[in-house]
């Protein structure tokens, strides 16, 4: 079942820019700089109806939805899934859900969200048949929710969360933090004016950023999108890690925490990831272009082989 809430309206933004372009008094450069200030008016994000009250309080806060078996660690096994026979029949999460009804959503108003935009570029031309322009951008941008479904229920699962259906704004799931951009273009009409044209472009960006969840539906409201919790410390207990080899070495605990320093997460020891706060690699990408006039099919008419 979908639905729209009565304050559901048009999605919106403000916006304010301020821009300024100067052209130098040499070699025909433009330098230019803008900035971009934007604040959501009117956005959207899901609520889940059909969850039921909260059955129980994670250690860290979280609300959980589990039935009693789903709070035994005896209806777990080591890879996260849950056993539902024998002494564990019934482990279901969305315990005091309707059981008339599977998924109920909501599309609410927020007016949480923004960003800014500050970019700083130079464009000119040299030796008569070259132009050129550089460029770097920076951006901060936060939402509710990317909407990156087509439909309600996954458009509400995409959302990594610390609590089902919390409204909080974090880093774009669309969001370039640095972008350099540089062009270089050559021309030049080597028969009549038949030009013959060379451009090289390059973009060299941030990587999108990403969110670290848990592998399974922690907190027992169908979804796999709960964002991992890092304790306190090494040895804390706050966390059970299980004994795999059977040997009480801890070597569970040790790796987990090799991961977390090796990946920086060690930064929000103590509580949960914050969404998107982790980045993919730099990425460069080249693009080059070639491009030949030749005579059309009429005298006003040119061809162009690229």
């Known amino acids: ?93 969305r315990a005091l859900n309707n059981a008339s009804f599977n998924n109920v959503l909501l599309a609410e108003r927020t007016e949480k969200g923004g960003g800014d935009n500050f970019t700083f570029s130079l464009s000119g031309r040299f030796l008569e048949d070259f132009d050129y322009s550089v460029g770097y951008s920076y951006t901060t ?28 704004d974090a880093n774009s799931a669309y969001l370039v933090k640095d972008r350099f951009i540089a062009q270089l273009g050559w021309s030049r009409a080597f028969f009549g004016d038949f030009e013959t044209r060379v451009g090289v472009v390059y973009e060299g960006r941030a990587g999108k950023p990403y969110s670290w969840v848990f592998n399974n539906d922690l907190n027992g409201d169908g979804s796999i999108n709960d964002l991992m919790y890092i304790p306190t410390a090494f ?58 006039e030749l005579p059309g099919f009429m005298k006003q008419h040119k061809t162009v082989l690229t």
């Open 1 to 93: 079942v979908d639905m729209l809430s009565n304050d559901l309206e048009q999605p919106s933004v403000w916006k304010f820019n301020l821009a300024f372009e100067h052209e130098l008094p040499f070699a025909g450069m433009v330098v230019s700089a803008e900035y971009i200030r934007t604040e959501v008016e009117s956005g959207i994000y899901y609520k889940h109806l059909n969850l039921g009250n909260p059955t129980a309080k994670g250690t860290d806060g979280r609300d959980l939805f589990y039935t009693p078996q789903g709070f035994n660690t005896a209806c777990w096994n080591n890879t996260g899934s849950a056993i539902t026979n024998g002494a564990c029949t019934g482990n279901r999460g």
């Open 235 to 292: 040895g804390s207990g706050e966390v059970v890690f299980r004994d795999l080899n059977g040997n009480g070495s801890g070597d569970e605990e040790l790796r987990f925490w090799q991961f977390v320093n090796d990946n920086g997460l060690n930064r929000f020891a103590g509580g949960a990831v914050d969404r998107n706060s982790s980045f993919a690699p730099w990425t460069n990408n080249f693009d080059v272009r070639i491009s030949q």
């Open 141 to 168: 941008a936060t939402e509710v929710s990317p909407l990156s479904s087509s439909v309600a229920n996954s458009s509400w699962q995409s959302v990594a969360v610390f609590n089902a259906n919390e409204e909080v």
